[in-house]
């Protein structure tokens, strides 16, 4: 995690490429888990306004989360930290984050569908947010 502006406010990054991999005979119980761990994590982390930086790139389709988990995590998040979150920021998305995206667009509040933002370039992504103190996996970087 790093934080941004004068009330340091939690950035969260998510770099994908380090999920497990779906073909693990135990992948639901590590999904399981992990979503356990990064839910009491913001819990702990957020108090005030938040944004999570995705990173997809680097990242093969058999380690990207599948629907049910995206969607899973998206409603057990109380009120207040999807309230807290300002922008949700996909980075490298692929074709199949923005199709799945596009398919749940209806099924997903327009508040939240507006804090989602696409960026190409990790150039870009420098423009948006402050990166000193967000750390960038050197295999996404290349």
Known sequence: PGYYGDGLNAIIVFAACFLPDSSRTDYNYVMENLFLYVIST???MVAEDYMIVYLNGATPRRRMPGFGWMKKCYEMIDRRLRKNLKSFIIVHP???IRTILAVTRPFISSKFS???QYVSTLAELRE???MEYVHIPESIVK
Request: charged fraction near 15%; charge should be neutral; hydrophobic fraction near 60%.
């Open 128 to 130: 948006m947010i402050p």
């Open 94 to 96: 692929s074709w199949f």
């Open 114 to 116: 507006s804090k989602i």
């Open 42 to 44: 913001l819990e702990l």
